[in-house]
């Protein structure tokens, strides 16, 4: 499975963006997806998950109630709307595909995407 994230860039806080992960392969509605974000100098980080018939989403204290993780099967992909963003949210931001286990949990996920930069200014 190969993972290719878009949709980052720089935004004012306050302002939205909507991450999108295109994933290659035909088994990709019996993945778990996540997203994970790294700032500089910190650990990679647990952000949001959904289940593959997105019965279930699972987010971070910290982004609960601004962001929304959901996705499109028929298309391959997830996303990440994230709305009120703060300049705390500035971070790389990684979509990944797990074949099952703890949603959160980093060492769950199979595959990895390259990455796409979001930068709050506040």
């Known amino acids: 499975v190969q993972l290719q994230a878009s949709g980052g860039g720089l935004v004012q806080a306050g302002g939205s963006l909507r991450l999108s992960c295109t994933a290659s392969?035909?088994?990709?509605?019996?993945?778990?997806m996540g997203w994970f974000r790294q700032a500089p100098g910190k650990e990679r980080e647990f952000v949001a998950g959904i289940t593959g018939s997105s019965a279930i989403t699972y987010y971070q204290d910290s982004v609960k109630g601004r962001f929304t993780i959901s996705r499109d099967n028929a298309k391959n992909t997830v996303y990440l709307q994230m709305n009120s963003l703060k300049p705390e949210d500035t971070a790389v931001y990684y979509c990944?595909?797990?074949?099952?286990?703890?949603?959160?949990?980093?060492?769950?996920?199979?595959?990895w995407g390259q990455g796409t930069q979001v930068t709050v200014s506040s």
């Open positions: 990944a595909a797990s074949r099952g286990g703890l949603v959160s949990s980093r060492s769950t996920y199979n595959y």
């Open positions: 392969g035909r088994t990709f509605s019996s993945f778990v």
